[in-house]
Each structure stands twice: as C-alpha cells, then as structure tokens.
C-alpha cells in the first residue's frame, strides 16, 4: 500500500491520530485529569458503556467513579 506522507516522511493518517490523541490527553489534564488514569479509565469502560452516555466520557464532563 502506498500512503501520502508528509515532508518529515511520516503518513498523514498516523500524524492525524497522534494529533488527536495528545489533543484528548491536554484536554484531561487542563480539566485537572491526570492523563493517564483518564485514557486507561476510558479504555477499560468504553466496551461495556451504553451509546446513550457516550457524552460522559469527553475530559470536561468525565467522571472516575461513574
């Protein structure tokens, strides 16, 4: 497969997700997360987590214990 990169060499879809995920992990810890027990704790719930409460899970309205 042949993927677009950038001038740094780097595929554009990889930069993309990277990009995402330092940017969800600055927003858990401006909301005064540490950022790794926001992701670990968001990982380990979200097969279990009702679709309907997905909007529970964003940094800014995130909760531990729920």
């Known amino acids: ?3 677009r990169c950038g ?3 780097v595929p554009v879809f990889v930069k993309a ?3 995402a995920m330092m ?3 600055h927003s858990a ?4 997360h540490e950022p790794y027990a ?3 704790n968001v990982l380990e ?3 279990t987590h009702p679709a309907s409460r997905i909007d529970k899970l964003p ?4 909760d531990a214990g729920s």
């Open 38 to 40: 926001y992701l670990r």
């Open 29 to 32: 810890r401006i909301n005064g």
């Open 59 to 62: 940094p800014h309205r995130w």
């Open 7 to 9: 001038a740094d060499g």
């Open 45 to 47: 719930r979200l097969p």
């Open 17 to 19: 997700a990277l990009q």
């Open 1 to 3: 497969m042949v993927y």
């Open 23 to 25: 940017s969800l992990l």
